[in-house]
């Protein structure tokens, strides 16, 4: 039978209070005020494991948005990449352009000079022909023996006339037409130019928001070390909260109660090969203290007290996962770690062979197993001094 000695004792004492001191309210025994004080250490562990999920949580929340905004600034730096792709292709255009632009200026100065000289020789055919010396002009078509002769010198003057003319009208009418295509050239070079603008505005735009980027990253990355350091303290918490439970355990281990009586069981009925026996051992090179043995078995598969007594802890830790700790009396205690789930609560007595937990893979654990230690007040020793592997 599984009764609450805790419990029982606490109100045993409650009674002898009120008997001897008629009040309900004096000092409480030393029994209840330890229980308490455990509690409140597995409570405050509680209260660091819930903490810790949080901040697990959010560490994984800050990695997320870490990534996030790290393919943000990817998309943004090949956009970047993208747009001056496209500058330097305008650029390059733009110069082409101008090339063109300067051989249509070089085309028109030629043209314009070729019109000025032409157009001086024509002034000074002219000149002399009609006004330096009428005489002469007069000779030169009078000269003509016959009217013929007149109207044919008269007509080479005109046609000489003409054909400068002519020629300057031409020349004029190339160089205005070199200047269209110049004028051509330079509103195409305006219009890249405008898109050249563009491309820069969203060049702009894109370093900014870059910039932008990077302060948030910054920040984030700031927030993600943060919490890794929390999540480090936290850690570090919890293992000194365990190393306080186990101290607790050893403090108050009851030597003064007699070891309870009989032999000693077996844990794990039906299972008895060790995978690891207690000692040194080497796990991953690095040498390590195995504290108790380890005995493979099924899921769930039952595990039971070795010997009657109190369960003094029952709950979860982070290397020993779930985990039942019974003392015996005696200064003897028995553990049985990394179980599945627990059938048992803390302050309850066990009878040997109950059944107090069930066999899982939880806490510092590869496989399912029932790691099983002996602790002689409160130290650990050989578990098989006192178990013998068989049923
Ligand atoms: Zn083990």
């Given at each position: ?264 069981l077996?844990p794990?009925s ?32 039952p595990i039971r007290a ?47 062979g109950d059944v107090i ?35």
């Amino acid at each position: 039978m599984v009764r609450n000695k805790v419990l029982s004792k606490f109100i045993a004492i409650l009674v002898l209070c009120a008997v001897a001191f008629g009040c309900l309210l004096s000092a409480p025994s030393t029994q209840v005020q330890a229980a308490s004080s455990y509690d409140d250490l597995v409570d405050e562990k509680k209260r660091l494991e819930e903490e810790k999920k949080k901040i697990d949580q959010a560490l994984k929340e800050a990695q997320g948005k870490v990534d996030d905004q790290k393919a943000v600034q990817t998309q943004i730096s090949y956009q970047i990449q993208n747009i001056q792709n496209q500058i330097s292709v305008l650029s390059s255009q733009i110069n082409t352009l101008e090339g063109q632009i300067s051989q249509k200026n070089q085309e028109i100065e030629e043209m314009q000079a070729r019109i000025d000289e032409n157009y001086d020789l024509f002034k000074k055919r002219l000149r002399a022909m009609y006004m330096a010396d009428d005489a002469t002009v007069l000779s030169v078509l009078f000269g003509s023996s016959t009217f013929a002769e007149f109207l044919s010198a008269a007509e080479t003057t005109q046609r000489v006339a003409d054909h400068d003319d002519k020629l300057i009208k031409e020349m004029t009418a190339q160089k205005q037409q070199i200047e269209a295509d110049k004028a051509e050239i330079e509103a195409s070079k305006q219009q890249i130019e405008a898109s050249k603008a563009e491309v820069m505005a969203k060049n702009q735009e894109l370093n900014t928001a870059l910039s932008q980027s990077q302060d948030t990253l910054d920040e984030l990355k700031a927030l993600e070390k943060k919490t890794q350091k929390d999540r480090d303290q936290i850690a570090a918490d919890l293992e000194a909260a365990d190393r306080e439970i186990e101290e607790w355990l050893k403090q108050n281990q009851s030597t003064d109660t007699p070891l309870s009586p009989g032999g000693w069981l077996w844990p794990v009925s039906g299972h008895y090969r060790i995978s690891d026996g207690y000692g040194w051992r080497d796990l991953y090179g690095k040498q390590q203290f195995h504290k108790g043995i380890d005995i493979p078995c099924g899921l769930n598969t039952p595990i039971r007290a070795s010997k009657g007594g109190t369960v003094i802890r029952a709950n979860t830790s982070s290397s020993y996962g779930n985990i039942v700790i019974i003392d015996h009396g005696g200064g003897y205690s028995t553990v049985y770690a990394h179980n599945n789930s627990l059938n048992v609560v803390y302050g309850q007595t066990v009878n040997q062979g109950d059944v107090i937990a069930y066999a899982g893979n939880t806490g510092d654990s590869y496989g399912v197993h029932c790691h099983f230690e002996v602790r002689v007040n409160g130290v650990v020793t050989n578990p098989l001094q006192y178990v013998v592997a068989a049923g």
